[in-house]
């Protein structure tokens, strides 16, 4: 089997890393749906140029990965899904007594629950078809801590405990289920967080980047979007049949730490 001629589904990939999973998912010859919360001229040109770009089939699907029934809704318009990439995700930083309950919900809902959702939708497609390849997007902070990422810290424990269970359901039925742990990768939502701490630390962006942000990344180098591709598309090939129910860390040697 290969990845040539498969739908692949990837959430929250209009920017960062969901956008180059898609990218590579598309040169590695599968039909993409690509998808956000909004519905913008700009989301429905992304797919367009992508599916240009690789001579595959890209749609653009608006669910807000927040809401269960949108959830559900993205993998039965997709009409097929032999890839899912469960990779929306958002992140707030404060401490727990000040943590906004809000905030907590929504990152519960988006990081996690989401998966929950698009994983029971897929499973009987992928079942049909003998089939099938869950990657879950979880963080260094699905293996590790950090202060003041409770929420965070929270979901991506609990969607590597996800992909643990998704495994086992699947055991022996052509389907695996792994989470890729990536360490500090620049894309907008780490870009939202360094204008607070060059107030905190009173540093220039370059000695936040290099003393704070990758401070616990040992290789003081940020993971590419395109990495986290490459080894998306890894664990959809063959090579990578035996491989479920795991974790593999791309993070400059920080959870060796
Ligand atoms: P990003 O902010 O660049 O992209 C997030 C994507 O999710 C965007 O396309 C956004 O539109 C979408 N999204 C947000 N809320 C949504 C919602 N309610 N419904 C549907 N889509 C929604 O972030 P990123 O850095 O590319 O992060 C992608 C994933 O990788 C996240 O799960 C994040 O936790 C994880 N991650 C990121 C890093 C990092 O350093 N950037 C490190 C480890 C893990």
């Keep these: 089997m290969t990845i040539a001629g498969k739908t692949a589904i990837v959430t929250g990939s209009t920017s960062g890393i969901g956008l180059g999973i898609a990218g590579a998912l598309a040169g590695a010859g599968a039909h993409v749906v690509l998808n956000s919360f909004t519905d913008t001229a700009e989301d429905h040109a992304l797919a367009a140029a992508m599916a240009r770009r690789h001579a595959v089939s890209v749609r653009y699907i608006r669910a807000d990965m927040s809401k269960g029934d949108d959830c559900r809704a993205l993998v039965e318009q997709a009409g097929a899904c032999d890839i899912l990439v469960n990779n929306a995700g958002i992140q707030h930083v404060a401490p727990i007594p000040e943590f906004p309950v809000a905030k907590w919900d929504a990152i519960l ?19 049909r078809s003998g089939w099938g ?125």
């Design 109 to 127: 809902a988006i990081n996690l629950t989401s998966a929950f959702h698009t994983t029971a939708m897929a499973l009987p497609m992928m079942r």
């Design 133 to 257: 390849r869950i990657v879950n997007i979880a963080s260094a902070h699905g293996l590790t801590a950090s202060p003041f990422k409770s929420a965070y810290v929270a979901a991506k424990h609990g969607l590597v405990g996800l992909t643990k269970v998704t495994a086992l359901e699947t055991a022996g039925e052509g389907i695996t289920c792994n989470a890729i742990c990536p360490g500090y990768v620049l894309t907008p939502l780490v870009e939202a967080q360094i204008p607070e701490q060059m107030k905190v630390h009173n540093m220039d962006r370059e000695t936040v980047l290099r003393e704070v942000i990758l401070d616990r990344q040992p290789s003081r180098q940020f993971a590419t979007t395109e990495q986290l591709g490459g080894t998306v598309t890894f664990l959809c090939s063959e090579h990578a049949a035996q491989i479920t129910g795991t974790t593999i860390s791309v993070d400059g040697g920080w959870t060796a730490l």
